[in-house]
């Protein structure tokens, strides 16, 4: 019955997922490029579109003529929605650059003279969109998208949704934090490519009520790796039993306790500070290593499921994050038994800064 009644939101969303992706990179892109945004990014949706089959053969072999399947509008077509967004936006762009346009006098209002200017333009990258399907048409693979998933969604797939893949990408997310830079944009710009399309994978299953296909997703990276409790929560507790020693940490662990609940350590990172801290680099480094080890080790094992692959909101505390990520309280319960070894680990270098500081007198009892 639950089933039933989502269907429609996925319908609507997951299985449409590479036309929100074409839409949103040539808009961002012709925003960049200065050209008219809303006429580019319809460009790429209508190229893209043309380059897939208006057919689909029904489970009993019937042919249906003017329909498109979600199967070349979903997950599988990400790839081939990213690509198309460059292409035919440089090509857009490429077009208004060398004037291959029709101006018209001042007199005439702007929304008309924009009509006008876009229409060799966006003729041009239709066009081209015609080429590339005629093209792959007289191929085995039929269509750009199946060339494309076959040639390089697939076999990157594979390495990049790789438990090993993912846990370098949480080590990464934090050697960037050390230094000041914001880790999660810089390290998902290049894995969610890869994430994104299994998760979506995992949705469209939960959906079906099929088995969920990937373990390595955005959910799962979400939920084990780069899920910011797992830095805040331990750490938090770890400056708390310290408090009495160390005043001014215990002043930090103050103000950074309610936005840390909610997986906002920004005040940890700039305010203990993490950044550029040598003494916490190790621990920075552990943690991913740590929680997304016994995250894959108690998924493959079948103690907790697949993540589902829902985006959750950032700000959801640890353990119940897990909770709603995989739909299993076993998940958020493991979560949470994680965090007293992630304290000690925390505490343990906590310490030995401590004790550097005092030595050299950067610290003092009466400080």
């Known amino acids: 019955m639950i089933n039933t009644f989502v269907a429609p939101s996925s319908v609507y969303s997951n299985s449409i997922y590479s036309l929100f992706v074409v839409v949103g990179i040539s808009y961002s892109l012709a925003k960049t490029y200065g050209i008219n945004r809303i006429h580019c990014a319809m460009t790429a949706l209508v190229s893209m579109l043309i380059t897939i089959p208006t057919s689909i053969i029904t489970e009993s072999g019937e042919v249906v003529e003017g329909a498109l399947s979600h199967s070349q509008l979903g997950s599988s077509a990400i790839f081939t929605a990213m690509i198309m967004a460059f292409v035919i936006t440089e090509l857009y762009r490429w077009a208004v650059n060398h004037k291959l346009t029709i101006n018209l006098p001042s007199s005439v209002p ?16 239709m ?34 949704n790789s438990p090993i893949a993912a846990i370098i990408a949480g080590v990464l997310n934090n050697i960037f934090w050390f230094f000041g830079l914001h880790g999660q944009t810089l390290v998902s710009s290049i894995f969610s490519p890869f994430w994104k399309p299994a998760a979506a994978e995992n949705i469209a299953a939960l959906a079906a009520g099929k088995a969920l296909p990937n373990l390595i997703s ?150």
């Not at 040639?151 to 990157?156: D, I």
């Open 127 to 160: 066009v081209f969109a015609l080429i590339i399907c005629a093209v792959f048409k007289q191929t085995s693979y039929g269509t750009i998208g199946a060339f494309l998933f076959t040639m390089l969604q697939q076999p990157l797939s594979v390495l990049g």
């Open 218 to 367: 955005s959910g799962f990276v979400n939920t084990w790796i780069w899920f910011g409790g797992w830095i805040s929560i331990p750490l938090l507790i770890a400056l708390w039993l310290y408090r009495k020693k160390r005043k001014d940490w215990g002043e930090v662990m103050k103000i950074s306790a309610v936005p840390g609940f909610f997986n906002i350590y920004e005040p940890l990172m700039f305010g203990l500070p993490l950044v550029l801290n040598p003494f916490m680099l190790i621990p920075m480094i552990l943690t991913p290593l740590i929680s997304g080890t016994v995250g894959y080790l108690v998924t493959v094992s079948g103690i907790v499921p697949f993540s589902t692959g829902i985006d959750l909101p950032i700000t959801i505390p640890l353990g119940l994050n897990g909770i709603l990520g995989s739909n299993d309280i076993l998940t958020g319960v493991i979560q949470l038994l994680c965090v007293p070894i992630l304290v000690a680990i925390w505490y343990f270098f906590l310490k030995i800064q401590d004790k550097s500081e005092r030595e050299s007198g950067i610290y003092t009892d009466e400080a």
């Open 110 to 125: 702007a929304s008309i003279q924009d009509s006008f200017t876009s229409f060799i333009p966006a003729t041009l990258c």
